[in-house]
């Protein structure tokens, strides 16, 4: 008598241990999902609540962060992609407040969570694991996670929101919505008030300088003269400034026209400089002298100086081309 009762209490409780494990999976999913509710942020999980959120069977999702928060870690990837997470579980928490999505969202850092660390083999972080249902409509054929791929950088919480969505069909997705940052929004009318200001106030002294043809002339020249002497192809191509010859000495020009120096340049922009400077004398300053010595001494001298200046950039182009039949005293 005694071994027939004993063996209808084991039977009792056998049976309510299956009735259990058949309803922990809701029980579940509603313990997590009204605690992340109550937190409105992806809940932080333990070594115990972390195996307690992934056990099979469950017929909900689960996305769960593992980070290492501590400075000790150095992860800076870590502190600057958990401010995005955390906006993405509440944002997710504010918009599926009844659970409809079947989704959980929770962070494991690695001081709580040492042992799941180990037993996952991981050796870095973050890291972002994704795990299906197991059963239901929306089960996964493999129960394995899916692992979000850091190897870019840091992603926005837009970016995971994309990767979720793709993983959850079917089902609701809500929205990341991001507070509005009133603080960058004073700073810009701040700055748009006092630059205004400024404009107001310094307009009178600076529009007529602005509004200066001779100024405008200056700068295009200057422009002109680092364009046409090779100061895009610098820059592109990294040149070195000189260059050593077989003998010790320097290089100021490098042969072929597929090669430049940077002290080449600068040489070829001061010749331009000064040929325009003789051009714009001989046409604007010399017809403008009263005295008819010193306007014919002021030709001849910078018509000197162009014919000099032509004759170097001459010897300059023989370089660059050793074929080139033409040339000019004194740079023959």
């Not at 932080?44 to 056990?55: E, G, M, N, P, R």
């Not at 609701?172 to 004073?186: C, F, K, S």
């Not at 529009?207 to 422009?223: S, V, Y």
Request: glycine share 8%; proline share 7%; hydrophobic share 45%.
């Amino acid at each position: 008598m005694r071994f027939l009762s004993t063996l209808a209490s084991a039977c009792a409780l056998v049976a309510g241990v299956l009735g259990a494990a058949q309803q922990s999976a809701e029980e579940r999913f509603l313990d997590f999902h009204g605690r992340i509710q109550a937190a409105s942020a992806p809940i932080k999980l333990s070594d115990a609540s972390y195996k307690s959120i992934t056990k099979a069977p469950r017929d909900y999702s689960v996305a769960i962060l593992l980070t290492a928060m501590n400075t000790r870690f150095g992860c800076q990837l870590c502190q600057d992609f958990q401010p995005e997470w955390d906006l993405l579980g509440r944002s997710w928490a504010k918009g599926d407040k009844a659970g409809e999505s079947r989704t959980l969202f929770g962070t494991l850092d690695f001081a709580d969570g040492r042992d799941t660390f180990i037993s996952l083999g991981l050796q870095t972080a973050p890291v972002l694991l994704f795990f299906p249902p197991t059963h239901g409509p929306h089960a996964a054929p493999s129960r394995e996670p899916v692992r979000y791929d850091f190897t870019s950088g840091s992603p926005t919480a837009e970016q995971v929101h994309a990767w979720l969505v793709r993983h959850l069909p079917g089902r609701p997705h809500p929205a990341v919505n991001r507070p509005i940052n009133y603080l960058r929004w004073a700073s810009t009318i701040t700055l748009l008030l006092g630059i205004g200001t400024l404009a107001v106030t310094a307009g009178p002294y600076v529009l007529p300088i602005l509004q200066n043809r001779n100024l405008w002339a200056a700068g295009t020249m200057i422009a002109i003269l680092l364009f046409t002497s090779g100061h895009m192809f610098n820059h592109i191509r990294k040149v070195p400034y000189v260059t050593g010859d077989k003998n010790g000495g320097i290089n100021y020009f490098a042969s072929g026209f597929q090669s430049q120096l940077g002290l080449e340049t600068q040489i070829v922009a001061a010749i331009y400089g000064l040929m325009t400077f003789c051009t714009i004398a001989l046409v604007t300053r010399v017809p403008r002298m009263e005295n008819p010595q010193s306007q014919l001494v002021a030709a001849l001298a910078f018509a000197a100086m162009l014919f000099v200046s032509n004759s170097f950039l001459l010897s300059v182009f023989r370089i660059k081309n050793s074929g080139y039949p033409f040339s000019l005293p004194p740079f023959m």
